[in-house]
């Protein structure tokens, strides 16, 4: 089954393009079933283009899903129109009323800042308690993860001496997990951060599992399995240029960077680089998805119920 977004939100063009079936809101309309609801609370600067990654990603499963878009009403982005804004997304004040089977928070351009000093993270921590009883399954990715993750279980993130950058081998900890069916004992993913955290915090929380690690630059995702949590520490959805696009922004903005690791042919950044995670971002996706398909309520309104009443 397709994936349900607006019918001129730009990412349907793009995805239409690339194969992925996407389903317009007046058709979908038709169908006599309940969709799943997606939210997805967009943190990125370039909005337009996390918003195709992700939805390319959600697009891909056997299950109609509606993709809501959030924003934080306290912080006005500068790399994205106004009008963008406007049409297609919400403020978590206008959807607090909801009830979601999944809710993605992306990553944020924040991260060398103390996680109290950000403009809204007082927004941001009660959008994770409120994601307690009202969203059935989280997804927090890259930043958004690290800062759940210290809101819920006080885990620090570190400053790195330089930018974890590039394509780095990963290790899968638990072949067991629904959410890591299909994986590869060992495969690639993309980091991008200047902040890390660290093994021994995350073994430490025995309410957590570490589901995927990497030797070189640490931990990728873990799990809080009670509240059916997914903390993804790296860019698992990038596309094939995203990489490219933040070496060639950063160096011609003068800042200090190296080439990304594994990820151009021969560490030329002349050439083209080549995709090496694809199949595994789609996996975690899709395991994600049929696990909140298979344990959602199908009434909408009882997500939350069971953790009010206990």
Same mark, same amino acid.
């Given at each position: 089954?397709?994936?349900?977004?607006?019918?001129?939100?730009?990412?349907?063009?793009?995805?239409?393009?690339?194969?992925?079936?996407?389903?317009?809101?007046?058709?979908?309309?038709? $169908?006599?079933?309940?969709?799943?609801?997606?939210?997805? !609370?967009?943190?990125?600067?370039?909005?337009?283009?996390?918003?195709?990654?992700?939805?390319?990603?959600?697009?891909?499963?056997?299950? $109609?899903?509606?993709?809501?878009?959030?924003?934080?009403?306290? #912080?006005?982005?500068?790399?994205?129109?106004?009008?963008?804004?406007?049409?297609?997304?919400?403020? &978590?004040?206008?959807?607090?009323?909801?009830?979601?089977?999944?809710?993605?928070?992306?990553?944020?351009?924040?991260? $060398?800042?103390?996680?109290?000093?950000?403009?809204? &993270?007082?927004?941001?921590?009660?959008?994770?308690?409120?994601?307690?009883?009202?969203?059935?399954?989280? !997804?927090?990715?890259?930043?958004?993860?690290?800062?759940?993750?210290?809101?819920? *279980?006080?885990?620090?993130?570190?400053?790195?001496?330089?930018?974890?950058?590039?394509?780095?081998? *990963?290790?899968?900890?638990?072949?067991?997990?629904?959410?890591?069916?299909?994986?590869?004992?060992?495969?690639?993913?993309?980091?991008?951060?200047?902040?890390?955290?660290?093994?021994?915090?995350?073994?430490?929380?025995?309410?957590?599992?570490?589901?995927?690690?990497?030797?070189?630059?640490?931990?990728? !995702?873990?799990? #809080?399995?009670?509240?059916?949590?997914?903390?993804?520490?790296? #860019?698992?959805?990038?596309?094939?240029?995203?990489?490219?696009?933040?070496?060639?922004?950063?160096?011609?903005?003068?800042?200090?960077?190296?080439?990304?690791?594994?990820?151009?042919?021969?560490?030329?950044?002349?050439? @083209?680089?080549?995709?090496? &995670?694809?199949?595994?971002?789609?996996?975690?996706?899709?395991?994600?998805?049929? @696990?909140?398909?298979?344990?959602?309520?199908? @009434?909408?309104?009882?997500?939350?119920?069971?953790?009010?009443?206990?």
């Amino acid at each position: 089954m397709p994936i349900r977004i607006p019918d001129t939100l730009p990412a349907a063009e793009t995805l239409t393009r690339e194969g992925v079936a996407v389903m317009r809101e007046t058709d979908a309309v038709r $169908q006599d079933i309940r969709p799943l609801q997606i939210g997805l !609370l967009n943190l990125m600067p370039n909005k337009i283009r996390t918003e195709a990654q992700l939805a390319r990603l959600i697009g891909a499963t056997p299950l $109609q899903v509606e993709l809501t878009l959030v924003r934080v009403g306290g #912080h006005t982005p500068k790399n994205t129109p106004q009008e963008h804004l406007i049409s297609f997304y919400q403020t &978590w004040e206008e959807i607090r009323e909801r009830k979601f089977d999944g809710f993605i928070v992306t990553g944020a351009p924040v991260e $060398q800042m103390a996680f109290e000093d950000v403009t809204y &993270w007082t927004e941001l921590t009660r959008i994770f308690d409120w994601m307690r009883t009202n969203v059935h399954s989280p !997804l927090y990715i890259c930043w958004g993860a690290m800062a759940a993750a210290y809101h819920f *279980h006080a885990i620090p993130k570190y400053p790195l001496g330089s930018k974890a950058f590039g394509v780095f081998r *990963h290790r899968n900890l638990d072949p067991a997990s629904a959410y890591l069916a299909g994986f590869s004992d060992d495969f690639q993913v993309p980091v991008s951060r200047w902040t890390e955290v660290r093994r021994e915090d995350v073994l430490a929380r025995p309410e957590l599992k570490l589901l995927i690690d990497s030797g070189t630059v640490g931990p990728c !995702l873990i799990e #809080h399995a009670p509240s059916r949590s997914l903390f993804m520490f790296n #860019h698992i959805e990038y596309d094939s240029l995203s990489l490219k696009e933040e070496f060639d922004r950063d160096r011609a903005a003068g800042k200090p960077i190296h080439v990304p690791h594994n990820y151009f042919s021969g560490d030329d950044p002349s050439t @083209q680089p080549l995709n090496r &995670w694809r199949s595994h971002a789609h996996l975690l996706f899709g395991n994600w998805i049929n @696990q909140t398909y298979q344990t959602a309520p199908y @009434q909408l309104e009882d997500i939350g119920r069971l953790a009010a009443e206990t």
